[in-house]
């Protein structure tokens, strides 16, 4: 296997000596680093074609979808350890498709894992949610395309909780539902008719805090928002968006203790990623130089973090940040 380990170490590096002597240019630039990048596996290694997602299982594997249509398991060491899925729209089969008609590899096939191992996969093109077991046996879907109740236009980020429900946002109705594990919707929130104008635009979400609130970020207003399991938003902030290239954010997650962590929309490989606290104050930036992240940090059962570099590499990270 194609190992970039020495690569990848040297970037870090040169990113860290960018941003201190970049100290005195701006306090931003002064802010220590959220992580270090100790391994990483490029997607030809791989096996992966234009990767989209990933999410980390409580066996510690990684699970990735991407543009050839098949969701991936790789184990921590960076072993391909099984494949499931094809082109289709037959049971178990996926059509991740492109929001975006100028870039067809950019595709949407969002994917996260809950904490029994179930895997659940956005399958936006077929308007669906599909789940399946970690060996990939297919054991429901729910989900269809359309406008009405429970139905999808474009499904993209997913989230499960502690319970078994899952938290879907629609790419193009720009509305969040949440489902029972049986799939029945619970509540949506959303969409053009919302009052809430931190609820007007695209919803990008990826995990749920100590709190059992929904972390998610809004790129049409520029906010963090903070959801609780009923559907109400109960706290929100403007992280910088001037450190981002198009002053857009598209990924938001949060680790365990609870430290939100925020990165843009831009396509190059200059994006920033910022941490704020729990108070939301701005507390570390990894400066997007040579690597930046397609997809933000995902955390493993036992200390591992993952992220998803804007190549296609998956990078094995270790947080540099301080307790407390």
Not at 88 to 111: H, M, N
Request: hydrophobic fraction near 40%.
């Amino acid at each position: 296997m194609e190992r970039i380990t020495s690569r990848l170490a040297a970037a870090a590096v040169v990113a860290g000596v960018a941003v201190l002597g970049a100290g005195c240019a701006a306090n931003a630039a002064a802010l220590p680093n959220p992580f270090t990048i100790t391994a990483g596996y490029s997607a030809k290694s791989l096996g992966l074609d234009h990767p989209d997602a990933l999410a980390a299982g409580p066996d510690g594997n990684l699970y990735v979808t991407d543009l050839s249509q098949r969701v991936t398991v790789i184990s921590p060491g960076g072993e391909v350890l099984r494949r499931w899925g094809k082109p289709g729209a037959g049971p178990g089969e996926f059509k991740f498709i492109s929001g975006d008609p100028t870039d067809p590899t950019d595709v949407a096939g969002r994917i996260a894992v809950g904490r029994t191992g179930m895997v659940y996969v956005s399958d936006s093109g077929n308007g669906r949610v599909q789940v399946f077991t970690p060996q990939g046996r297919l054991i429901r879907q729910f989900g269809s395309y359309g406008s009405g109740k429970g139905q999808f236009f474009l499904p993209g980020n997913l989230v499960v909780d502690g319970s078994g429900n899952v938290y879907v946002a629609d790419n193009q109705s720009q509305t969040l539902a949440k489902f029972s594990p049986s799939g029945k919707v619970i509540w949506q929130i959303g969409g053009s008719a919302s009052s809430d104008q931190d609820l007007l635009g695209h919803q990008h979400l990826a995990s749920i805090d100590a709190h059992g609130r929904l972390v998610m970020v809004n790129d049409d207003q520029g906010r963090v928002l903070y959801v609780d399991p009923s559907g109400h938003k109960v706290d929100a902030f403007s992280p910088d968006s001037s450190s981002f290239t198009e002053g857009n954010m598209c990924e938001v997650t949060v680790d365990a203790a609870g430290d939100t962590y925020v990165s843009g929309c831009g396509p190059g490989p200059t994006e920033p990623t910022l941490v704020y606290d729990r108070a939301h104050r701005l507390i570390a930036k990894w400066p997007g130089m040579n690597y930046s992240l397609l997809r933000l940090p995902v955390f493993g059962p036992n200390g591992e973090v993952f992220a998803l570099a804007t190549d296609g590499s998956i990078l094995r990270l270790r947080i540099t940040l301080p307790a407390g």
